[in-house]
């Protein structure tokens, strides 16, 4: 593998003091992980609400790190949110409801976050002038992608799903806050991330749990529809590279661009790893409004000298390792609030056993 790129650094165009909202979840942890990890010089600000998918464990490996400061707070919350804002130069916002299917049971929520509290955010950053505004968005806007086409990010946004209608109505506030006020907006659409830290609900580290616990392999129909998974490092190498050198006013595809990769691919890999039966694979009703495939043209990101450098098969090995030596983080999450959504979302199909 190629020598890893090193984040730019204060001076290299992130902005010294950094509020990061969400931080506490997979990606956003894991951008700051790597800035106070790697970069020099910086102070960061996580304010995360600490919903079911936020967790403070995922910032232990930074907490005595004399640049950062955690905050418990909501980003719907004006107050508190001005002034943060006037504490820092720059807002990250990873903060958002993250799961589809979790928007297609309860759509509310995702909303008030990533909507109306990305709003808020915005409001903040234009009263506070500040020198930049990332807004970590997702591929999922531009809608099902029939092959061999790749989204551009000029693209238009055709949504399908509660989570992706409001991820879209983020980004689209963004660019209106940049033509009428001049914020300097960025805007980040990543693909299907995967890496240490992911809250067991999302394929990847569900299926790894699953299968280390001998437990089924939930398949939603017949397992091919397609997408292209990065690495959680990749990611936010990405997102600091965009937050560096990215041009204000302009969204940024983050993608690795591999073949893609269908639920039942990630399922045997998972079991081929994991040294589990084809039995745990368990075909389940399809989600509603599955988008079939999602694929990046990520060129422009990558004109900002980015390169994500995991490949699907390095990094599968590599969760699957991380996963079966931290079952001290994830085997107490696999019970209350999750099962009682795992036992919501998941039908059977007519004939298979019930999924438990
Ligand atoms: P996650 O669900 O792991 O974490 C979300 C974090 O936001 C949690 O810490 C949660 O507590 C916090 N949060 C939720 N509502 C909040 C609120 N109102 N105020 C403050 N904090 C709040 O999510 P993730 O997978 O790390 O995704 C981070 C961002 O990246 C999201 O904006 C998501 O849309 C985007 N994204 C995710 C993926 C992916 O595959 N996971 C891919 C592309 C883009
Ligand atoms: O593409 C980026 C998006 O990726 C992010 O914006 C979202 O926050 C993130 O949740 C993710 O959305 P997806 O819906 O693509 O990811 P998920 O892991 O839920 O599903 C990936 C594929 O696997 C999809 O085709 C559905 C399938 N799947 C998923 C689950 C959870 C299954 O077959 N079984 C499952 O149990």
């Known amino acids: 593998m190629a020598e890893r790129a090193s984040l730019p650094s204060v001076g290299e165009g992130i902005p010294p003091r950094l ?3 969400g931080g506490a979840g997979f990606i956003g942890s894991a951008f700051v992980r790597q800035l106070l990890g790697e970069g020099e010089g910086f102070s960061v600000t996580v304010l995360d609400k ?3 998918a936020g967790n403070l464990a995922n910032l232990s490996p930074v907490d005595s790190h004399p640049g950062y ?18 504490e820092v130069d720059c807002i990250v916002n990873f903060a958002a409801e993250t799961h589809v299917d979790r928007s297609i049971l309860e759509p509310g929520g995702f909303i008030r976050t990533d909507v109306l509290g990305t709003h808020q955010l915005l409001e903040a950053a234009r009263q506070a002038r500040h020198s930049r505004f990332l807004q970590v968005s997702t591929d999922e806007v531009y809608g099902d992608v029939a092959a061999p086409e790749r989204s551009h990010e000029t693209d238009l946004v055709q949504p399908r799903s509660p989570y992706s ?3 879209a109505s983020g980004d ?4 209106a806050y940049h033509a009428t006020y001049d914020l300097p907006v960025l805007v980040t659409r990543g693909s299907n991330t995967y890496g240490p830290y992911q809250y067991p609900e999302k394929i990847v580290p569900l299926f790894i ?4 616990d001998q437990l089924p392999l939930p398949v939603y129909g017949d397992g091919s529809a397609v ?6 490092d990749d990611h936010a190498r990405g997102i600091a590279a965009v937050l560096a050198h990215g041009v204000v006013g302009e969204a940024y595809n983050l993608g690795r661009g591999e073949e893609p990769i269908s639920g039942m691919m990630v399922a045997q890999a998972v079991l081929r790893l994991t040294g589990g039966s084809d039995n745990l694979i368990q075909p389940v009703l399809d989600r509603p409004g599955h988008d079939r495939r999602y694929a990046l043209d990520s060129t422009k990101a990558r004109g900002l000298g980015w390169t994500p450098e995991v490949s699907f098969r390095d990094g599968i090995a590599r969760t699957v390792r991380w996963y079966e030596e931290r079952r001290d983080w994830w085997g107490p999450i696999k019970s209350g609030e999750f099962l009682d959504f795992y036992r919501r979302n998941y039908r059977p199909l007519a004939g298979s056993a019930p999924t438990s």
């Open 209 to 212: 749990t699953q299968a280390l």
């Open 69 to 86: 400061r955690f905050v418990h707070g909501d980003i719907c919350d004006a107050q508190l949110v001005g002034k943060l804002a006037n």
């Open 227 to 232: 997408r292209d998974y990065l690495h959680v």
């Open 172 to 175: 689209l506030l963004c660019f």
């Open 50 to 52: 600490l919903t079911y």
């Open 165 to 167: 209608a409001s991820k």
């Open 19 to 21: 509020l990061v909202t």
